[in-house]
Nanobody, 129 residues
């Protein structure tokens, strides 16, 4: 059974930084598009960032552009999300997701949660003002 295990969340003051990690197991990691989603209390899950199988293509939601960076290390079966200049509105549970890659990268498809095959349990990020 595929396992995606997130870590790195925590409580941080506004303006601070965190590095979220998602370690994948029991899958051929290089065959998967990876993404981060988040869910704030009382809100729907929203797309944050995605990266293609090689790391050569990425897409971000507008609200995090310039502050968050998604990356991956295929040798370690891990995807990362560096989150800087955190704001209280970034608070939520951050989920890692994996989608079996197609032949081409489509940024709009990468933002749709229903295109992902596997999900992690999430890691909490709380930003205090």
């Amino acid at each position: 059974q595929v396992l995606l295990a997130e870590s790195g969340g925590g409580l941080v003051q506004a303006g601070g930084s965190l590095r979220l990690s998602c370690a994948a197991s029991r899958l051929t990691f290089g065959n998967y598009r990876m993404a981060w989603f988040r869910q704030a209390p009382g809100k729907e899950r929203e797309f944050v960032a995605a990266i293609n199988w090689s790391g050569g293509s990425t897409v971000y939601v507008d609200s995090v552009k310039g502050r968050f960076t998604i990356s991956r290390d295929n040798a370690k079966n891990t995807v990362y999300l560096q989150v800087n200049s955190l704001k209280p509105e970034d608070t939520g549970v951050y989920y890692c997701a994996a989608a079996l890659r197609g032949t081409r990268w489509y940024a709009d498809m990468a933002q749709r949660p229903n295109t992902y095959n596997y999900w992690g349990q999430g890691t909490q990020v709380t930003v205090s003002s």
